[in-house]
T-cell receptor
Framework: DQQVKQNSPSLSVQEGRISILNCDYT??????FLWYKKYPAEGPTFLIS?????DKNEDGRFTVFLNKSAKHLSLHIVPSQPGDSAVYFC????????????FGQGTELSVKP | GAGVSQTPSNKVTEKGKYVELRCDPI?????LYWYRQSLGQGPEFLIY????????DSGLPNDRFFAVRPEGSVSTLKIQRTERGDSAVYLC????????????FGEGSRLTVL
């Protein structure tokens, strides 16, 4: 069963506009959520995270929103830049279940100049 | 180097052969993870070490897969009797503590089983 789902395999956005990447989860035990970014031939790199006690976390151009009742989180990138083009993975963990990360399938973001 | 190092970067083998993949984590990181990423999918958890012991091996798909970390640093993922379905990128990650969630990934070892 897919506990973390990213239903959009790809997203194309114009430079300067907002990019919104979405993620849904099913396991109510998840209490920590993260976004990773991956360029081709490289390992994923950590981008931003949010604890379940918060509903928003911001870091520069990146903001993550968490809606626990809907079991949904989103990553907003404003303004989008061509260098943001990459695959973005949503991940979740449950402290009481050992804390291992469960990843979604990824969304490939393309930011066009 | 300062990052997680994985060798080999590419491995091509024949069905039925034995394979070892090595991971050298960031110095001082006590937690080490192995993930597997198939084409078009996100990383799939395999096993997690805290120090020398496997704290969680629930993601290992079957008994052909085994991993060790004898001195609490370098880890080796071992795959016996490889099958074509084992073809994937095997990612190693480390972190300084257990539950921050922020993992530092290596570039991966791409395994192709012919």
């Amino acid at each position: 069963d897919q506990q973390v789902k990213q239903n959009s395999p790809s997203l194309s956005v114009q430079e300067g506009r907002i990019s919104i990447l979405n993620c849904d989860y099913t396991n109510s035990m998840f209490d920590y959520f993260l976004w990773y970014k991956k360029y081709p031939a490289e390992g994923p790199t950590f981008l931003i995270s949010i604890s379940s006690i918060k509903d928003k976390n911001e870091d520069g151009r990146f903001t993550v929103f968490l809606n626990k009742s809907a079991k949904h989180l989103s990553l907003h990138i404003v303004p989008s830049q061509p260098g943001d083009s990459a695959v973005y993975f949503c991940a979740a963990s449950a402290t009481l279940q050992g804390g291992k990360l469960i990843f979604g399938q990824g969304t490939e973001l393309s930011v066009k100049p | 180097g300062a990052g997680v190092s994985q060798t080999p970067s590419n491995k091509v083998t024949e069905k039925g052969k034995y394979v070892e993949l090595r991971c050298d984590p960031i110095s001082g990181h006590t937690a080490l993870y192995w993930y597997r990423q198939s084409l078009g999918q996100g990383p799939e958890f395999l096993i997690y070490f805290q120090g020398t012991g496997a704290a969680d091996d629930s993601g290992l798909p079957n008994d052909r897969f085994f991993a060790v970390r004898p001195e609490g640093s370098v880890s080796t993922l071992k795959i016996q009797r490889t099958e074509r379905g084992d073809s994937a990128v095997y990612l190693c990650a480390s972190s300084p503590t257990r539950n921050t969630g922020e993992l530092f990934f290596g570039e991966g070892s791409r395994l192709t089983v012919l």
